[in-house]
């Protein structure tokens, strides 16, 4: 399963992205879905979740400044990312899991710097 990324670039502090991600070709709604984010040196981290049943957590360091939904007519989950920080600055990798199947796959990465 190749999972497409997109929506990532350069944005100034307090901007706005918006990240989506397409995963063709599968059961999209039995799969629960979710943005991971490693900035350079660092490890890679959970931002947000969504469940198959649209359940949400999201890391701490996003709570009230990300969203994420899922379209599952368009096998499309979202992150919408507002008042963006300079710490924000990462490859941001898309993430789906069947844990009932132990089938999971991750995107390739898009780039979302933030920058004055």
């Known amino acids: 399963v190749q999972l497409v990324e997109s929506g990532g670039g350069l944005v100034q502090p307090g901007g706005s992205l918006k990240l989506s991600c397409v995963a063709p070709?599968?059961?999209?709604?039995?799969?629960?879905m979710g943005w991971y984010r490693q900035a350079p040196g660092k490890q890679r981290e959970l931002v947000a979740t969504?469940?198959?049943?649209?359940?949400?957590n999201f890391a701490d360091s996003v709570k009230g400044r990300f969203t994420i939904s899922r379209d599952n007519e368009k096998n499309t989950v979202y992150l919408h990312m507002n008042s963006l920080k300079l710490e924000d600055t990462a490859v941001y990798y898309c993430?789906?899991?069947?844990?009932?199947?132990?089938?999971?796959?991750w995107g390739q990465g898009t780039q979302v710097t933030v920058s004055s």
């Open positions: 070709k599968i059961r999209f709604r039995l799969y629960d």
């Open positions: 993430n789906i899991k069947r844990a009932a199947v132990s089938l999971e796959y």
């Open positions: 969504i469940t198959k049943d649209v359940r949400t």
